[in-house]
């Protein structure tokens, strides 16, 4: 007799896919139209964890610069996060003054989280 094979559950990864797709401000009829997918598709994923295709799961994580790490590894933590990855994402179309400024002020919240904990 066969044993039953444990099916992933995609629930969490629906989730982030509707996370990352509202945080840009898109429509699931806009998500799918750039990914060629059907929009009910997408809502699936998104609300009942539908288990997409590999080819549909691959543009999903790569258009909303997903780590899949978080997904398939949850006890270990990723290298980059998708929050990193987003945020790598928005750095790429500041130029160098623009960065400066971030610079800054990335050493001004390191600096006032050591002073806290001083």
Sequence with gaps: MRNKEELYDFRAFGLAIKEARTKRGMTRDQA???IYIDP???TNIENKGQHPSLQVFYKLVTFFELSVDQFFYPD???DKTTRRRQLDS???NFNDNDLIIIEATAK???QAKEAGEA
């Design 90 to 92: 928005v750095l790429d």
């Design 32 to 34: 799918a139209g750039l």
């Design 40 to 42: 009910r598709y997408l």
């Design 76 to 78: 270990t933590a990723p």
């Design 108 to 110: 001004g919240i390191t």
